[in-house]
């Protein structure tokens, strides 16, 4: 009885549980679409938020952004030959096209401290110098940089505050070296903590450098509104938490010390014309040649030297008139070639087959305007092709000096008619050219002597060299470490190329040559090293040269006290010749002849010296024919006796009496007066 009274209670409890269920949940659906029109509303009604995609929006457009929180630039560069100076102002000229604060300061010349919790965005802009060395105007900034990035008393959160970017240049033909400075000082500050706004760029010699800067230059532009944008919310909506997700998504890429492998390399904002990248190099030396496409001149390299004077033939060879061609033109003497060995100068012709090096000579007097490379990598003309483009080109050079004061007629015509030399040395690798073979058969067809200089780094083409006229090697240091610091070669192992290519001289049938350059202060107390190698090589001649110096250089902090007087050249000679006899126990070479004008001695085998008199001009005619007769001969098979006034210790020292010496009036100083 009791439980059937119950019953109509419980039932009506149950449907009062139900009523009130049915209730809670629709006022949660009514919240719910609330919140989701609220928001909605919002996204609607922002021009821009966090999570909108900046990087593709144009820097100009500025609706979303506030002026007064436009950042200063403070852009720091450190640079040997001034490249990275001019890529400097390049920026500097589009922040002030933008509007934007922004000051240029080298890296010798900024305060480290500053850095700290600086109040602009920093750009590096650096370039990498020899061995991987920073250059002297960023030496100092990067000793304190890496130091403070390794220093364990130094807290790793020292640049926590800065806002950086790095633009490096350097030569991907150098390896590991390549734009090593502008990857440990990117490395450095992410280790002590500072914001990269975006991948370091890596500009490289070997490519449209421009091209490459103005790529990167646009993706700061894009991560520069990026930073702005989240500064600005920060100060309007305090709203860091989701700037900073977006900033740890950007930081995606290794934080690998660079020197221990780590590339930091990403493509992000660099588009198309990207500018590096980490994937593995083409293996070009497996390629056939007929398929290489790439040009060894960049139309930047390429102004530059046709600036120089350089007739450019093709995509990788060039000639240029020597001055002493136009000097003997002009019966004003010849060069010391023509002292030392009888090629008359304006019938000789300058030129290379292959612009492109393997050194980076302290001393070379191009201040290194022309391609470097370790192996032949660029679109290859025919052997043809080039004979017969710089046989052209020399003859219109030539036809520039009609009418000038002072040309002897007969010469002139001499000139244009035939040339006898050609001179494979202007500057680059001429037996990097892969048909150098081809090509020099083809001068000796055309009756053309032949005198090629290498510089000792690519011993197996030595050896497979067909005959030259006279083959020179370039020793300009007798040990490695001196040999690395004036030539800068690009191999690692220069010093076994060198003692290879030394070696294959030694066994050559035709006329060999070392060619010493003597830089004061730098090479001329290594006489003991450079008589070792001479026993080495058996070279039948020795050029002793001092170094010409060609004005400042960026490239180069030789100065005119690094050029040697004459006189210090012929004791420098003398010695050498004494150590050499000694080392070999016989006397081997001697002093043969001498242009004083050029501060250049000659020392010669005394197999040259016959009866008392040397030997060492050329009969040029001769050699033609031997080389067309194909029959085996040897150096003395073609060998002058050297004119008198030639040889060492005539009174002429070195300039033909036949020739009027020519020497400039100095200009008198200005007399004092109205």
Known sequence: GFAKELEPIGAYKRQEMIVYIVIVVMIGLL??????????????????????????????????VNNDTDLPLTILYGTQKG?????????????SDKSIQCEIIALNDYDPDELIDSDSIVVFIVSTYTDGTPPENAASFFMWLTDSAYDHRVPKSLLEGTSYAVFGLGNSEYDKNFNRVAKVIDGSIRKLRGKRLLPIGLGDEQE????????????????YKREQLRIESQLQDGNKESWNNIAMQEESISED?????????????????????????????????????????????????????????????GVKLCRWTKSMLRGRGGCYKYTFYGITSYQCMEMTPSLACANKCVFCWRHHTNPVGKSWKWKVDSPEFLVEAAMEKHHKLINTMRGVPGVVPDRFDNAMSRIKHCALSLVGEPILYPYINEFI???????????????????????????????????????????????????????????????????????????????????????????????????????IKGVTYCGVSDASSLTIKNTPFHEEVVKFAQALADTTNSLS??????????????????????????????????????????????????????????????????????????????????????????
């Open 208 to 223: 449209d450098m421009l091209n490459q800067f103005n790529s990167w230059s646009s993706g700061f532009w894009r991560s």
């Open 257 to 317: 010390d660079p020197e221990e492998g780590g590339e930091m390399l990403d493509m992000e904002d660099l588009g198309s014309a990207a500018i590096v990248s980490n994937l593995e190099e083409v293996d070009v030396e497996n390629i056939p040649l007929e398929e290489l496409t790439k040009e060894m001149l960049t139309p930047q390299t390429r102004k530059s030297l046709e600036k120089q004077g350089y007739k450019i033939l093709g995509t990788h060879s």
């Open 441 to 543: 058969d083809l001068l000796h067809e055309k009756s053309v002597s032949t005198f090629l200089v290498t510089n000792a780094q690519f011993p197996e083409k030595i050896k497979n060299l067909r005959p030259v006229t006279q083959l020179y090697i370039s020793v300009d240091a007798a040990t490695p470490e001196t040999l690395k610091a004036i030539d800068r070669p690009l191999f690692d192992d220069f010093w076994p190329r060198l003692i290879e290519s030394i070696s294959s001289l030694a066994n050559a049938t035709v006329r060999t040559v070392f060619r010493l350059t003597l830089v004061k202060q730098w090479n001329m107390e290594e006489i003991m090293n450079y008589a070792k190698l001479i026993e080495a090589g058996k070279p039948d001649f020795i050029e």
């Open 31 to 64: 919240y719910l679409l609330y919140q989701r029109t609220a928001s909605d509303t919002t996204t609607t009604s922002t021009a821009t938020t966090p999570d909108a995609p900046i990087a593709d929006t144009p820097f100009d457009d500025t609706s979303a």
């Open 585 to 674: 126990g016989e006397i081997k070479y001697g002093v043969a002849t001498e242009h004083e004008h050029s501060l250049c001695i000659l020392l010669a085998d005394t197999r040259f010296n016959v009866d008392g008199k040397w030997h060492t001009w050329i009969d040029f005619d001769k050699f033609i024919d031997l080389v067309k007769s194909g029959e085996e001969f040897n150096s003395f098979d073609y060998m002058v006796e050297t004119p008198h006034w030639a040889q060492f210790g005539a009174p002429e020292r070195g300039f033909c009496p036949d020739e009027t010496r020519f020497r400039r009036k100095k200009k008198k100083a200005p007399t004092q007066g109205c």
């Open 83 to 95: 490249t990275a100076l001019g890529f400097a102002k390049e920026l500097e000229q589009q922040a």
